[in-house]
């Protein structure tokens, strides 16, 4: 058996001394030995390239290792406690020096002692300052305690006033008590005109002030009475205007409803962001199409409309022109025998009937020619007439027809970058439109006055108002035949022709209105026939802001509501009698702002009644300013 014998010598950790292989060769026999005559084996390496894995115990003793025993999230988690100590006490400093501050701006700097008190009034525990004992006379200034200028520098530091209260006096054993006597305030540390004024207290600005810049003491008669109002309404006295003189409004207050009981005009349903631009024309690519026609007429009305739909070219007709001339808009022209333009076909039926075709920017248009249309104006305007009262007739007509103020200029404007922006110059008024006013206006004074009329009553009355009993309003169309339910779409100007030649009527499209909400002569339709005439227009033209108008019984008129109420109406007043000045009173309040390019108004002395120019929502509601 081999025995093997432990290390002679108590082994100890980290001792760079020991070495494993002696401490194995020394428990060895001698027979396990190596031979001594072996060549002797390169020394092993320990640790790292070569020198001793452990450090050596002197520098371990004088440089002993700094261990880390806190781990990350330990330090992470002491961090976090930190901060949130530090922040929770910030807060609480900060609150307590809020509420210091709150509290010493709301404390006021003096304090005097009223009278009427008994709180105030009760006598103060005795000072060391003595007094002489009071009289049943008034306490002179030489009883009166000394300034606060007098209190020493120390006390002076911990308080601004110190009350001084004299002990009470006995007479003849029975206590009298003394007057109160009230220190001088010391001047305050903030000057008075630098201190913060409440909101609710401005009504005291009329005040006069006093040394210390308060309010004066003096009692009005009335707080009594404002002091026993509900808390509620307490709060709200300061704003009344007590004992001051009622300022003078600057402002011309508004009509009530007994002056103006009138309904007012539609606004503008369209957002400007959706507002639709109108396609430029071109009249040479979008007129070129060739047509044929089979029949040898058609209706005027019913053409446009057809050429429309085809070109998808909108064609508005001048009808106050075609009126004052005498012309029929829903007559029958002859049409081209073989294949024409559109452009071309358009032309020569305006020149078959005296009408021309005027290019606009978005539209064409189709009105009487100047030739034709000057000399039916100036029939109209001749005054022979009149007879003797001529000069009469001119004068209100002049008066009436005073050119209206020529647009100002617009200034030069700069955007958001201080660059000039583009700046539209004003529009150019057409001159057709003074030919028009002066010819109805002309009409409508010869029907005051009881002379006969040059123009038919029929024409006119669409643009012109001379009774109470005529109706100057255009209904909504609300009977009528819809026609055979189709079911392919439809473009908007041929569902139009079909719907109201159906009804025998001739139809008019304001296009300047159908434009701009992009209700295009070529838009597809598929209206719905099945609940009547009423139902299918409403249905199908509600949703682009239109309406379609019964004007009389041949004639339909499409547009929007905000152009229907504002189409300018030539009318007359009924005899006014003593109340021409309360009248026109009236209608001016109503048409307060307004130019002359939609107000006018002149009185014709000799029958007593008004001539004017008004919107036809104010038209349709003369009865309640007459009555």
Not at 178 to 191: F, S
Not at 227 to 255: C, I, M, R
């Amino acid at each position: 058996m081999v025995q093997i014998d432990g290390p002679l010598e108590q082994l100890r950790a980290g001792s760079s001394s020991v070495d494993s292989e002696a401490i194995t060769a020394d428990g060895l026999p001698d027979e396990f030995a190596g031979d001594p005559s072996a060549p002797d084996r390169p020394p092993v390496e320990r640790g790292f390239a070569g020198e001793e894995f452990l450090p050596a115990e002197d520098d371990r003793l004088e440089n002993p290792a700094q261990m880390d025993w806190q781990s990350d999230a330990t330090r992470r988690r002491r961090q976090i406690a930190l901060v949130a100590t530090v922040s929770i006490f910030t807060l609480i400093v900060a609150a307590l020096g809020f509420g210091w501050f709150v509290r010493s701006y709301r404390q006021p700097d003096t304090v005097a002692a009223d009278p009427s008190d008994p709180v105030a009034s009760a006598p103060e525990p005795a000072t060391d300052v003595t007094t002489d004992p009071p009289s049943d006379q008034e306490p002179v200034a030489s009883d009166l305690p000394e300034s606060s200028d007098a209190v020493p520098e120390d006390a002076a530091a911990d308080t601004t006033m110190e009350s001084v209260t004299p002990k009470p006096a006995e007479d003849d054993g029975h206590v009298v008590a003394p007057e109160p006597a009230v220190a001088e305030p010391a001047a305050p540390i903030i000057p008075v005109d630098l201190m913060p004024k409440s909101p609710l207290a401005m009504n005291t600005d009329s005040a006069p002030a006093t040394r210390d810049g308060g309010a004066s003491s003096a009692i009005d008669p009335d707080a009594s009475k404002l002091a026993k109002l509900p808390p509620g309404l307490a709060k709200y006295t300061p704003f009344l205007l007590q004992d001051a003189n009622a300022e003078v409004p600057t402002l011309q207050a508004p009509p009530t409803m007994d002056e103006v009981a009138i309904d007012g005009a539609a606004e503008e349903d369209i957002d400007p962001l959706d507002q639709t631009e109108a396609r430029a024309v071109n009249v040479k690519s979008d007129m070129a199409i060739k047509m044929a026609f089979r029949n040898k007429d058609y209706p005027l009305t019913d053409l446009v409309l057809m050429i429309s739909q085809i070109t998808g070219v909108p064609i508005q007709v001048d009808w106050v022109s075609f009126d004052i001339a005498g012309a029929d808009v829903d007559r029958r022209v002859e049409l081209p025998k073989s294949m024409t333009a559109a452009v071309d076909v358009l032309t020569q039926v305006a020149i078959s009937i005296g009408a021309e075709v005027r290019t606009e920017e978005t539209l064409l248009t189709l009105t009487i020619a100047d030739d034709p249309f000057a000399a039916a104006v100036a029939q109209i305007k001749g005054l022979d007439d009149f007879g003797d009262h001529v000069e009469s007739a001119r004068s209100v007509l002049d008066d009436f027809l005073r050119p209206a103020e020529p647009p100002v200029a617009p200034q030069r404007q700069f955007d958001e970058l201080g660059e000039l922006a583009e700046v539209k110059p004003p529009p150019i008024r057409d001159p057709r439109q003074d030919e028009q006013l002066a010819a109805i206006a002309s009409e409508i004074l010869r029907r005051m006055r009881g002379i006969p009329p040059k123009v038919a009553d029929d024409r006119l009355r669409r643009w012109a108002h001379w009774s109470v009993e005529q109706d100057a309003d255009w209904s909504v169309v609300s009977q009528g035949n819809p026609g055979a339910q189709i079911d392919v779409p439809i473009a908007m100007a041929g569902f139009l022709k079909r719907v109201a030649r159906t009804n025998d009527t001739a139809c008019l499209v304001n296009w300047y209105d159908a434009n701009r909400r992009g209700a295009t002569p070529e838009r597809l339709l598929l209206p719905d026939a099945r609940h009547g005439l009423a139902s299918m227009l409403e249905q199908t033209f509600s949703p682009l802001g239109l309406r379609v108008r019964q004007v009389d019984a041949s004639h339909w008129w499409v547009g929007s509501d905000v152009t229907y109420d504002r189409l300018s109406v030539i009318a007359a007043s009924p005899p006014l009698g003593d109340n021409v000045g309360v009248f026109v009173e009236k209608v001016n309040r109503i048409m307060a702002g307004a130019t002359r390019d939609h107000y006018r108004v002149a009185i014709d002395v000799q029958s007593n009644r008004a001539l004017m120019m008004l919107p036809r929502y104010v038209v349709r509601q003369l009865p309640k300013l007459i009555e």
